[in-house]
């Protein structure tokens, strides 16, 4: 239960941070250009990007599997998105957020040595991707 308080204080902390570095002109500017999006292209847009975040996550969750772990897509999905979370929102280029991804996943029950291993595998193939 502690690890569940201490993953939603840094969600919580990231959260606030972002609201007090936020510009009220970019607010503006974004609502002008979402309120010209119609209904049917917002649910594409919404449904594309979770079939995005789905694949993407996929990778990983193979891995997962393969290292005789039994977590649920669902879970893993929710983890990983959990640390790209922290990472977009703390200072730095491309990392942060993979100490809470290792703790939600063995919130899930998966080992120490197993969750590291999976979160630095699908981070290298991040880097790898991106970079070519």
């Given at each position: 239960?502690?690890?569940m308080w201490l993953v939603g204080s840094i969600i919580f902390l990231c959260v606030a941070l972002s609201l007090y570095h936020l510009d009220s002109s970019l607010v503006l500017t974004a609502w002008a250009t979402l309120s010209s999006v119609s209904a049917t292209n917002a649910l594409?847009?919404?449904?594309l990007n979770a079939l995005i975040v789905i694949v993407l996550a996929l990778r990983g969750f193979v891995v997962l599997r393969g290292l005789g772990?039994?977590?649920k897509l669902i879970r893993w999905v929710q983890?990983?998105?959990l640390g790209f979370l922290i990472s977009v929102t703390t200072p730095g280029p491309q990392f942060g957020g993979?100490?809470?991804?290792?703790?939600?996943?063995?919130?899930?029950?998966?080992?120490?040595?197993?969750?590291?291993?999976?979160t630095v595998?699908?981070?290298?193939?991040?880097?790898?991707?991106?970079?070519?």
């Open positions: 239960m502690t690890r594409i847009l919404v449904l772990s039994r977590v983890a990983r998105q993979e100490p809470a991804q290792v703790l939600a996943l063995e919130q899930c029950g998966v080992e120490t040595a197993r969750a590291i291993s999976v595998f699908d981070k290298l193939l991040d880097l790898i991707l991106n970079s070519v």
